[in-house]
């Protein structure tokens, strides 16, 4: 085939990849009312009818708690949790869905760890992010702090924190002492802005993450997902035994 032949040559296109092989999401905003996901029952609804044609079985959802913005607690996350149970059994979806939390390390985070009222899913892990734009201190004891008192710490959406963008040498050294790290599937997509997007596609090419997420607060996040099933970076993740499987 001459030059132009070449250059003209059509890009394979993919299969719609199987999201049913990863089996659960971990990340999540789907407890209605409580933060700046789901706002009302109907909403959580439709977004869990839409997982479960995804080929998902089980969500672990994971509301914010920040102090400023979402102080919740325990009890507010278990109570809206239940209510969603409740209203999954009226409407006959099938799908199984449990909850944890995604902390900001803030000031109140410590107590909480030594208090050992923490909400985790699977085996002991704890959904912690960060700010976004500056990068947080104190991060050896808060790391200490975790594993002391037996949680498994998982770094939510990595790719998008402005201060490690362009390197993933924090995520090899992280994962090397145990730490976990969590990819926001949309950032594939372009969701959050083309470096953010290379940030995603450079942890997956290096193999250094242990869970992806839709971080879905609202169901155009999962259209946004559908919409890209046969991308090149989804069929990639398949290949490893991301940590969402054994949920």
Known sequence: MGLFGNLFKKKEVLPPFDLGRLKSDMHSHLIPGIDDGAQNMDQTIAML?????????????TPHIMTDSF???????LTGLEEVRKEIKKVGIEIEIE????YYFDETLMPKIKNK????????????????HSPPQYLDQLFFELKTHGYRPVIAHF???LYYIGKIDKAEEWRSTGIN???NLNSLFGQY???????????????????????????E???????????PYLHKIGKYLVKNMVL
């Open 117 to 132: 009222e923490l909400l985790t899913f699977g085996d002991n892990y704890v959904l912690i992010e960060f700010a976004f």
């Open 49 to 61: 009818a839409k997982f479960e044609s995804l080929g998902y079985k089980k969500v672990v959802t």
């Open 181 to 183: 790290i969590q990819i």
């Open 159 to 161: 790719e998008r924190y």
């Open 71 to 77: 102080p919740n607690t325990r009890e507010t996350i």
């Open 193 to 219: 802005g083309p470096d953010v997007k290379k940030q995603a596609e450079k942890l997956i090419d290096a193999g250094q993450f242990d869970f992806v997420g839709t971080d879905c607060h609202r169901i």
């Open 99 to 102: 909850a944890a939390a995604e």
């Open 221 to 231: 996040h999962l259209m946004m997902l559908e919409d890209h099933l046969s991308s």
